[in-house]
């Protein structure tokens, strides 16, 4: 069975300090991997998407970049937060190809002060 | 324009009571899928129904594409349906990657 797990769970971080936020799936080999935000009391939004390792295309920009290191793991960072940045990040999975059945992780949620 | 419109933004249910739960998109897509959003953030799959009637348990999804909707059917209600469901369209945006854009939800509340 495939899982997903995002880490951390919470931070609390101040504005201009980087962020490193992960995600690692486990059971599946080769997903495509999606990043999506939600402002609090906002709509769910896909930030970016991989469909294989080193390859990340962005969706939306909103000054930060994520990474495929490994296949079974998807990373977002930004070396300066900003308040803005606040929110839910949720990482989701789908089998490789084209697919719209999605998967999501627990989540990340991230206070900037 | 928002291209995935919920409605209504938010129910009140006395305990028992049905309700349907409406998702209209303004393009074409290729999918739909229905979550059930936790307080917490997470996001609990319901359905992935890209067209047709799919049931489980007391709830039952509908998707009429020609029609450009689906809906989501609460039968019986309970306290602990009680929640923001989200409905997200999927569209393909030409490469090998399906792309979710997400509806601004349903609050459901159920009174005892």
């Known amino acids: 069975a495939q899982t997903i797990h995002q880490w951390p769970v919470a931070e609390i971080k101040a504005v201009g300090s980087p962020l490193s936020l992960g995600c690692t799936i486990k059971g599946k080999s080769s997903p495509n991997l999606y990043w999506y935000w939600q402002a609090t009391g906002g709509t769910l939004q896909q930030l970016f998407y991989?469909?294989?390792?080193?390859?990340v295309e962005s969706v939306v920009q909103l000054n930060l970049s994520a990474s495929r290191p490994k296949d079974d793991q998807f990373i977002l960072s930004t070396e300066k937060l900003l308040l803005s940045h606040s929110g839910f990040y949720l990482c989701?999975?789908?089998?490789?190809?084209?697919?719209?059945?999605?998967?999501f992780g627990p989540g990340t949620r991230l206070t900037v002060l | 324009g928002q291209q995935v419109q919920q409605s209504p933004a938010s129910l009140v249910l006395q305990e028992g009571e049905n309700a349907e739960l409406q998702c209209n998109f303004s393009?074409?897509?290729?999918?739909m899928q229905w979550f059930y959003q936790r307080p917490e953030g997470s996001l609990v799959s319901l359905f992935y129904n890209p067209s047709g009637t799919k049931q489980s348990g007391r709830l039952t999804s509908t998707t009429v594409i020609k029609e450009r909707r689906s809906s989501l059917h609460i039968s019986s209600s309970q306290i602990t349906d009680s929640g923001t469901y989200l409905c997200a369209m999927g569209l393909n945006t030409g490469g090998l990657s399906g792309k979710l854009t997400f509806g601004e939800g349903t609050q459901v509340t159920v009174i005892s």
């Open positions: 989701a999975w789908s089998p490789w190809g084209v697919s719209y059945e999605q998967y």
């Open positions: 991989s469909i294989t390792v080193g390859q």
């Open positions: 393009t074409s897509l290729n999918s």
